[in-house]
């Protein structure tokens, strides 16, 4: 019987460890094995450190004559279950870390987490978790959050109370969540240049044939460019309404009439309630004097309380509204001239994504002139109850004929 020349063995594997995957060494160590003979086991795990446990079971695929599917690494059902598998609790508890250091977002789940792979990975320790921080930047990946850069998570942070603020609103809408009421964030999208100007992006055409579209962007007076949208949260659907003249208040909360009209009424038909998340500017701003006093006429028209949660200053790109519905609408239509507003009506009521979401759009032909004056006596007369924290953020208006106490 000769001795196992190990150091020979270890000088082999070591050339070819770089070149190997899992399968590759697996099978490596198996031959080296069955070539010792006796004792080949113990002495080819004392050179390459592999297990023995793994060499007999390599062996024994090896004598089997197995020819395993070039397509895999392991055998179906082989190596370790995930983590998230054997430890269910794992998701939730990365979830409950993430969100109340989440921005942007104030409905969860949220988008952007400032917290570092090492802060979670220690919070999640100390909740009884073994896991590192591969795992953890996987696992928020699964979830789609993503890590903010520094320039952009300092953006509107000069409000010593905008945190305190996201964390308000996320209150509020679960709380609309679990009683079943409609919860909607609202926004006008970027202005679109409507008419045969380019669009970026690019889209399959015949080779040699792009669509030819205008040299300058001049906007054409007569083509409005103001599509105001909304997103119910509970429902994961979008509403767009195509404006043809001014974005103002009474074209933003014509749009939530619509979006009620069309979607919201058939979904929540027992709503007792109407939360509406927006930015703190333009039409729907929370000083836009014209916003409150239309939004009292569609309070009285659905006989509902409807409350308003605004997100604070500097915060308009963290609105849920632009990464739920808008980002999916832009990438739609890209490379595609929005030529009319029959073409834009069509390009977002076409918008579908894997998660489920379905947007429904339609003209608004109403004209809306700018400028309009709301007098005091006007809005005195505006049914409006200011939440306790930050009233000029949070409030509800009620329908006339009954005051909503909060």
């Known amino acids: 019987m000769g001795v196992i020349d190990e150091s020979a063995i270890r000088q082999r594997f070591e050339a070819l460890d770089p070149l190997l995957d899992e399968r590759g060494w697996r099978r490596f160590v198996a031959a080296e094995a069955l070539t010792a003979g006796h004792g080949g086991i113990v002495a080819v795990s004392r050179a390459t450190g592999v297990a023995r446990s793994t060499i007999g079971r390599a062996l024994e695929e090896l004598r089997s004559g197995e020819h395993p ?27 409950s870390l993430v969100e109340p250091a989440t921005r942007g977002d104030p409905q969860s789940p949220m ?8 802060k979670l990975t220690e919070g999640l320790g100390r909740m009884g ?57 609202v926004d006008t999208k970027k202005k679109e240049l409507v008419g045969d100007f380019k669009n970026g992006g690019r889209e399959w055409r015949p080779k040699g044939s792009p ?7 001049f906007v054409i007076p007569e083509l409005g460019r103001a599509p105001y949208g909304i997103y119910d949260i509970a429902g994961n659907t979008g509403w767009v309404s195509v404006g043809i003249d001014h974005d103002t208040a009474a074209f933003a909360t014509n749009a939530i009439r619509s979006w009620w009209q069309s979607m919201g009424r058939e979904r929540y038909p027992m709503a007792k309630s109407l939360l509406i998340t927006a930015d703190g500017g333009g039409s729907n701003g929370s000083r836009v004097r014209l916003w409150k006093l239309e939004l009292q006429k569609l309070a009285d028209e659905l006989d509902i309380p409807i409350s308003v949660c605004h997100l604070p200053p500097g915060t308009s790109k963290w609105n849920k509204i632009e990464h739920r519905l808008f980002s999916f609408i832009t990438s739609n239509w890209r490379g595609k001239p929005l030529i009319s507003h029959q073409v834009i009506v069509q390009l977002i009521g076409a918008t579908t994504i894997k998660t489920g979401l379905k947007v429904r759009c339609q003209l608004d032909p109403t004209t809306y002139p700018a400028g309009i004056k709301v007098s005091d006596h006007e809005l005195a007369a505006v049914n409006i109850t200011r939440h306790e924290f930050h009233g000029e953020w949070n409030y509800t208006i009620s329908p006339k004929a009954r005051t909503l106490q909060r």
């Open 129 to 185: 978790h073994t896991i590192g921080r591969t795992l953890v930047s996987k696992l928020l990946h699964q979830l789609d959050y993503s890590l903010q850069a520094n320039r952009k998570t300092r953006e509107g942070s000069n409000h010593i109370d905008r945190d305190a603020q996201f964390h308000y609103i996320n209150d509020r809408v679960k709380e609309a969540l679990a009683s079943g009421n409609p919860a909607i964030s």
């Open 69 to 95: 599917d070039p397509e895999r690494i392991r055998r179906s059902g082989g190596g370790r279950k995930p983590l998230i598998t054997t430890d269910p609790r794992l998701l939730d508890d990365l979830r």
């Open 211 to 217: 669509e030819e579209v205008r040299v300058h962007d």
């Open 111 to 118: 988008l952007w987490t400032s917290k570092s792979l090492r």
